[in-house]
């Protein structure tokens, strides 16, 4: 699975957090110091599980849980149409 940024959303960093615009809708999204750099390790990574692995260790928490946060946080990013998510099929 890869994890892609809409062309139309920017980031303002906000104090320890991270503020998401979308200029298709105007709309602003306020992230949590820990959802903004689940949000940067996606940005510069695009995949889930490597942002994860980033995440865990630069603030020494488990993976797994990590990972748990990512995922809601993706599906979330989804539904609000700042991100697209790419199932990667399996190539013979």
């Known amino acids: ?4 940024i809409e062309p139309a959303v920017s ?14 809708t105007g709309r602003c999204y306020r992230c949590s110091p820990s959802a903004a750099a689940l949000w ?9 599980v490597q942002a994860a692995v980033e995440v865990a260790e630069i603030y020494g928490i488990d993976q797994e849980k990590i990972g748990a ?10 539904a609000a149409g700042l991100v697209r998510i790419i199932e990667e099929g399996i190539r013979s």
Not at 11 to 24: A, C, P, Y
């Open 69 to 78: 946060d990512l995922e809601r946080l993706v599906r979330t990013l989804a």
């Open 11 to 24: 980031s303002v960093e906000h104090g320890e957090g991270l503020v998401l615009i979308t200029e298709r």
């Open 1 to 4: 699975m890869r994890i892609v």
């Open 40 to 48: 940067r390790a996606l940005a510069d990574h695009g995949d889930p």
